[in-house]
């Protein structure tokens, strides 16, 4: 039972890149999942969530405009389409799941959330 982020490289400035978080184990249908990101030497920050059937979204401030949340529940998948990339998107990118809404809206990178995915390394090089 396990959550797996993917889809991390290396990309230019300007580039994209499309994140995958792939439930293993058990069935994603009945979680919200979040995005969280952590670049080196700073804390782990929210970037973006979704409910459990996708019908609603949030994209933090800084990277509204350029990243997009998504699933695929018959995959058990949900993504984050990472668009005009910039160095300081640079950070290893974790997903989280939980059945609770409220919790994943929190947003907080040190939380206990239901699951926890290892990280996906994104670099963006200028």
């Known amino acids: 039972v396990q959550l797996q982020a993917s889809g991390g490289g290396l990309v230019q400035a300007g580039g994209s890149l499309r994140l995958s978080c792939i439930a293993s184990?058990?069935?994603?249908?009945?979680?919200?999942v979040a995005w969280f990101r952590q670049a080196p030497g700073k804390e782990r920050e929210g970037v973006s969530w979704i409910t459990s059937r996708g019908r609603t979204t949030y994209v933090a401030d800084s990277m509204k405009g350029r990243f997009t949340i998504s699933r695929d529940n018959a995959k058990n998948t949900v993504y984050l389409q990472m668009n005009s990339l910039k160095p300081e998107d640079t950070a290893v990118y974790y997903c989280?799941?939980?059945?609770?809404?409220?919790?994943?809206?929190?947003?907080?990178?040190?939380?206990?959330?239901?699951?926890w995915g290892q990280g996906t390394l994104v670099t963006v090089s200028s």
């Open positions: 989280a799941a939980d059945r609770q809404l409220s919790t994943i809206t929190t947003l907080k990178g040190t939380r206990q959330y239901d699951f």
């Open positions: 184990g058990f069935s994603l249908n009945d979680y919200a």
